[in-house]
C-alpha cells in the first residue's frame, strides 16, 4: 500500500547511540569520554507515516531493539531528534513520556509479559486504570471485547495466562497494546516465541488490525515471512537502514 501522501507519525531524524564498554577495574577513574565507544545506531534517520506497516531485519546485535526503543520513547539517543505527531519528545519529562507512550503507543514483546494473577480480560484493560474517565473507561471495555472477538479469544477471557496457550497469550498481548487506541505500534519479535502456525496467524492478524484502523506499525523481527507482510522491509546494518527489496 502506498502511503508516501499520508501524514508523518513519527520520525527519527540524525539519530547517533553510543554504548561505553566499561573494561576498567570499579577503583578506576576514568573519564566518560576516554572509554571505548561503540556506536549502535550512526546518523540514522526514519519517517514513519499514517497506515504504513514498516518491517527492520537485521544481524542480532545491529541495534534493532535500540532503534525501537528510542522510537517508543524507552530510551534516549546520544544525540538526534525524535518526533510523534509534530512534538519534539526528547525534552518532555518523565510525566509527559509515561502519558505519551501510554495514549499514543502501543508496544508488543516477544514474550507476552501478561500478569498471571490476572484474567486475559484484565489483562488487556490494564493500560486503562490510570484514568478516572468513566466514559473512556466505558468505551474501553466496549473496545476491548471487540477485539477479543476479533482475535478470536472470547471464550477465553476470563482464563488466566497459565491457562492459555503461548499464541493465546501474544493475541491477548496484541489486544492489550491496542486497548488505547495508539496510533503507533510498535512489535518486537512478536512471533520469536510462537511455532510456526502461530506465527502465521499473528502475522496476518497484525496486517488485518493495521488495514483495518489505519495503525502505523514498525515491527523489529528476524522472521522474512513477518516481514514480508509489511509496506517496507529495511535491513540495520552497520548503524543505518537501507531498504531491503522483497
Known amino acids: 500500500m502506498k502511503t508516501v501522501n499520508m501524514p508523518v507519525i513519527a520520525e527519527l531524524q540524525h539519530i547517533t547511540k553510543t554504548f561505553y564498554h566499561i573494561q576498567y577495574p570499579a577503583s578506576s577513574i576514568q573519564h566518560p569520554a576516554s572509554r571505548p565507544q561503540h556506536p549502535v545506531l550512526n546518523d540514522l534517520s526514519l519517517i514513519v507515516r499514517r497506515n504504513e506497516s514498516i518491517a527492520i531485519v537485521g544481524p542480532s546485535g545491529s541495534g534493532k531493539t535500540t532503534l525501537l526503543n528510542i522510537l517508543g520513547t524507552l530510551d534516549k539517543p546520544t544525540s538526534g ?28 514483546f516477544q514474550l507476552h509479559y501478561l500478569l498471571p494473577q490476572f484474567t486475559l480480560i484484565e489483562n488487556v484493560l490494564l493500560p486503562v486504570l490510570p484514568t478516572r474517565d468513566k466514559a473512556r473507561q466505558s468505551a474501553a471495555h466496549e473496545r476491548a471485547w471487540n477485539l477479543i472477538n476479533k482475535v478470536g479469544l472470547t ?87 537501507a531498504v531491503f527489496d522483497k
Open 155 to 241: 471464550l477465553q477471557a476470563h482464563q488466566r495466562p497459565a491457562e492459555l496457550s503461548v499464541g493465546e497469550c501474544q493475541r491477548a498481548a496484541v489486544v492489550r497494546a491496542l486497548i488505547n487506541q495508539p496510533v503507533l505500534l510498535l512489535a518486537d519479535e512478536p512471533t520469536g516465541s510462537l511455532d510456526a502456525e502461530n506465527a502465521t496467524m499473528l502475522a496476518s492478524l497484525l496486517n488485518d488490525l493495521k488495514l483495518e484502523t489505519e495503525l502505523s506499525m514498525v515491527v523489529v523481527t528476524h522472521s522474512m515471512d513477518l516481514a514480508e507482510k509489511m509496506d517496507t522491509i529495511y535491513r540495520l546494518q552497520s548503524g543505518n537502514l
Open 81 to 108: 531528534e525524535v518526533i510523534l505527531e509534530g512534538q519534539p519528545v526528547l525534552k518532555m519529562d518523565d510525566d509527559q513520556l509515561a502519558e505519551l507512550r501510554n495514549s499514543r503507543i502501543g508496544f508488543v
